[in-house]
């Protein structure tokens, strides 16, 4: 009976791993997918690039790997309850997940080409991020809904109102028109989402004047 040869070898010692890959999600703060390097990786941790290859074959699978260590939105798992709709939406654009939003969103946009011509990376983003934020928005409208903040008459259009905000930045970040800041979201959250549910929201200063609501 043939028998397989045993490893030859130091095993892969995993300590620096955590490190590698909040790296990893740095460099892609600061520029996009494609300008990231495993060279650049390993000089900023330290490591060899043989280290790195030993662990990931691909920048791709280093990326996926980064991906996921992030794990979910922490509002996932506990929604935000600060007493209204407007505050709970708000709350999760404010989340510090990722390291806040502007990280977070200097992240998905050095991502956004990448997620384009990779359909693993468009898979994980998608399955990791995007949906879990979609479920989280969908679950707090439902809870509006559920303690008469907004008309049950609208609990139809929930399904479609919760991809809004996913969608919105999804779209101003791979069409590069310039940085998403949090007045974006803001405008969103009062201009489109709020709005649909008749849901009233307060006076925004605006630059040239505001605008009664």
């Not at 130091?10 to 990893?24: E, F, G, K, Q, V």
């Not at 494609?34 to 060899?48: C, F, I, M, Q, S």
């Not at 990722?98 to 898979?123: N, V």
């Amino acid at each position: 009976m043939e028998t397989s040869s045993p490893r030859t070898g130091r095993p892969y010692d995993h300590s620096s791993d955590a490190l590698i890959l909040a790296t990893t999600l740095d460099l892609l703060a600061e520029r996009d997918y494609e300008r990231v390097t495993l060279d650049e990786v390993a000089a900023r941790t330290g490591k060899a690039k043989t280290t790195l290859y030993r662990r990931w074959a691909t920048k791709e699978d280093l990326v996926l790997a980064a991906i996921r260590a992030a794990g979910r939105p922490p509002e996932a798992d506990r929604l935000p309850d600060l007493g209204s709709l407007r505050s709970d939406l708000l709350a999760v654009v404010d989340s510090p997940w990722l390291g806040g939003s502007d990280r977070r969103l200097a992240i998905f946009k050095g991502l956004a080409s990448a997620t384009r011509g990779s359909q693993r990376l468009g898979d994980v983003v998608r399955s990791e991020v995007t949906e879990p934020y979609v479920d989280v928005y969908r679950r707090l409208l439902h809870r509006a809904v559920d303690r008469g903040e907004v008309s049950a008459a609208f609990a139809a259009s929930i399904p479609v109102l919760a991809e809004v905000i996913p969608a919105m930045s999804t779209h101003r970040l791979s069409t590069g028109r310039g940085p998403v800041r949090r007045d974006f979201f803001v405008s969103v959250v009062d201009d489109v989402v709020l709005a649909a549910l008749h849901v009233p929201t307060p006076v925004r200063r605006r630059t040239g004047g505001t605008r009664p609501r």
